[in-house]
């Protein structure tokens, strides 16, 4: 079926135009909490949108489902997928301090699995593995781009040769055909991913670089890669919640600052006469 290939929001508002003023009604409802729809049964919602369970019926298949049901698992599909939009919830709790502690409780959660699984000489290796490379390379789109870029700022007060991407301007072949079994690649690929992801990573492993691959758990595992770092992103709003996959970058980025040694010390001093030298910082 169709409806599996473009998203529920989007077959909505196809389909505005072409319904009945009480089909309108219910899909302008659905509209404004679309996520909703998974948590509520064919009579619920019709309750709740102040229409017939008939309308319900015509509605979903007049969207392309041959039922309600089949939307609804379209719907959390959509969710699992990523969409901010379909995990926007329509209720509030009473207390004004809930959503608050909620969100704290599962950074918590989500900090807890990762010290459940990752591993000081697993990160260590990958440490070391940059400190050893020709060049280090940090990749990320879209909501994987703010951590690729802050492990490379990091990481450059003691690697020279870095490279962040995708660079403004420039294609990725121009980039990755320079990458060399000498190289280490760090890959964040977070939902939601953009959908050329796994040719990109293939056109990495290619290089025979070591690579380390950072996901969310959605990811499934690749056994094109050095080493895949899972971080739970799990959180209460339509958000996910990166606080893990931060706490991972602090924690690496120290690693290869400790691990650098003497010839990491020097640069960094280096570093620091500049900046008095040219009084950049307070």
Partial sequence: MNAKKTSFVTLVKAALPTLHPTERRLAEFILN???????????????????????ITRFVKKL?????????QHVRDNREEGA???????HEDDRSDSLLYRHIHQGIKNLEHASQHFSQSMLDEVANAMLSARKVWVVGFRSSHPFAEYLNWQIMQVIENTALLPRAGETL?????SMTSDDCVIL???????ADLDTLLTQIASSHANVLYITDESAPENNQVSWHAVCRTAAPGPLFN??????????LATRVIELS??????????????HEALDELQ
Avoid at 64 to 72: H, P, W
Avoid at 242 to 251: I, P, Q, R, Y
């Fill in 261 to 274: 040694g003497a010839e990491g010390r020097h640069r960094m001093t280096s570093i620091e006469a500049i």
């Fill in 84 to 90: 901010a939009l379909l995990r926007v919830e329509g």
């Fill in 242 to 251: 990166h606080v893990a996959v931060l706490s991972m970058c602090h924690f």
């Fill in 64 to 72: 392309g489902y041959r039922s309600f049901e089949e939307a609804r």
């Fill in 33 to 55: 909490f679309p996520g909703e729809l998974a948590s509520y049964t064919a009579t619920e919602l019709a309750n709740l949108a102040g229409v017939s369970n008939a309308t």
């Fill in 173 to 177: 072949a121009e980039s990755l055909v």
């Fill in 188 to 194: 964040f690929g977070l939902k939601r991913r953009t």
